[in-house]
C-alpha cells in the first residue's frame, strides 16, 4: 500500500468525506438488505439478484477502502493561504491564451479526485496540469494532448 501524499483542496476533502459517509450510512446498509433479501429467494447458485448483490458490495467495499486510504494521505493545499503566486503550483488558478485560436481560458490546478475540466478544474496530474507547473506570467506552454500538441502563453496567475 503506497503512503504517498495527495495534494487536495479543503472543498476536494469535504467531497471525499461526504462521498465516504454516504457510501457507509447509505450504500453499504441498502446493499445488506438486498443481500438478505437475495438469500431468502433460495438456491443462491442461480440467483442473479444475489450475484448483483453481492458485486455492488464488492464495489462499495473497495470504494470504501479506497476513499479511506486517501483521506488519509491527503495533504490539504488551501490555495486561499497561497502567498506566492509568481509561478503556477498546486491550488492556483491560471489563465492562459491558446496560440492557435485566441481563446481565454481559466484554469485551477487541483488534486485528481477534484477533477472537473468543465468547471475550470484540472488535475496536476494531467498533460496541461504538469506542463503548467512551474510557469510564470508571459511564459509559453507547450502541452502534449491527446488529441495532438497545443500552445499556449501564461496571461494571469491568481
Known sequence: MTTERVPITPNG????QAELRRLKTVERPEVIKLIEYARSLGDLS???EYETAKNRQSF???RIQELDSKISRAEVIDPAELTNKDRVTFGIKVTLEDLDTGETVSYQLVGADESEPENGLISITSPIGRALIGKEVDDD??????????????????
Open 13 to 16: 476533502l469535504k467531497k471525499l
Open 46 to 48: 442461480e440467483n442473479a
Open 60 to 62: 462499495v467495499e473497495g
Open 141 to 158: 506552454v507547450i502541452v502534449q494532448a491527446p488529441g495532438g500538441k497545443r500552445e499556449f502563453v501564461v496571461l494571469e496567475i491568481n
